[in-house]
T-cell receptor, first 114, second 115 residues
Framework: GAGVSQSPSNKVTEKGKDVELRCDPI?????LYWYRQSLGQGLEFLIY????????KSGLPSDRFSAERTGGSVSTLTIQRTQQEDSAVYLC????????????FGPGTRLTVT | AQKVTQAQTEISVVEKEDVTLDCVYE???????LFWYKQPPSGELVFLIR??????QNEISGRYSWNFQKSTSSFNFTITASQVVDSAVYFC????????????FGTGTRLQVTL
């Protein structure tokens, strides 16, 4: 079956611009996660959704970051007024639920802020 | 707070050698899960295994085996008779109660298998 998909695969943007990153989870997976992978910070958790709800946004690096999920499926991570330190690979994962199920990751979106 | 330490940054072995990747974790929770993921050069994280804190049985899957020891807070991963296709970055991760299963990752170990 189809895995987690993310788009775009690569995004180059100028500092100060807004970007939207999209994640399509595996069908039937109720939980969705966003992580960021960068050289300096490794793999870090950003936010999770159970259904369309994001109860814990404390992992988002700043208020320039926001995320939403609609219809219990597609999720969008938005970064406003991008900065060079936002350059990283943004990974999305989904799982059957929140109770310690394994998470399946998408290929990621490589964001480069120039 | 949770922490996962993978002290080995990079390991190089020759094909057919056995190799063990170390993982040490820290948590005050008594209920937790440990994971290993593989990230090949293509970049996509691939799930390998999940173990819960109540099950210390070692597990073997083909050439892969995992040794979980609560006494030393370790969850080590051994690849027997390594192959070039095993070349990747391997991440150990931890998830604890009340955190909605968000993963805390180690910094990863890059394994290079050469002919």
């Amino acid at each position: 079956g189809a895995g987690v998909s993310q788009s775009p695969s690569n995004k180059v943007t100028e500092k100060g611009k807004d970007v939207e990153l999209r994640c399509d989870p595996i069908s039937g997976h109720t939980a969705l996660y966003w992580y960021r992978q960068s050289l300096g910070q490794g793999l870090e958790f950003l936010i999770y959704f159970q259904g369309n709800s994001a109860p814990d946004k404390s992992g988002l690096p700043s208020d320039r970051f926001s995320a939403e999920r609609t219809g219990g499926s597609v999720s969008t991570l938005t970064i406003q007024r991008t900065q060079q330190e936002d350059s990283a690979v943004y990974l999305c994962a989904s799982s059957l639920g929140l109770d310690y199920y394994e998470q399946y990751f998408g290929p990621g979106t490589r964001l480069t802020v120039t | 707070a949770q922490k996962v330490t993978q002290a080995q940054t990079e390991i190089s072995v020759v094909e057919k050698e056995d190799v063990t990747l170390d993982c040490v974790y820290e948590t005050r929770d008594t209920t937790y899960y440990l994971f290993w993921y593989k990230q090949p050069p293509s970049g996509e994280l691939v799930f390998l295994i999940r173990r819960n804190s109540f099950d210390e049985q070692n597990e073997i899957s083909g050439r892969y085996s995992w040794n979980f020891q609560k006494s030393t807070s370790s969850f080590n991963f051994t690849i027997t008779a390594s192959q070039v296709v095993d070349s990747a970055v391997y991440f150990c991760a931890l998830s604890v109660t009340g955190t909605a299963s968000k993963l805390t990752f180690g910094t990863g170990t890059r394994l290079q298998v050469t002919l």
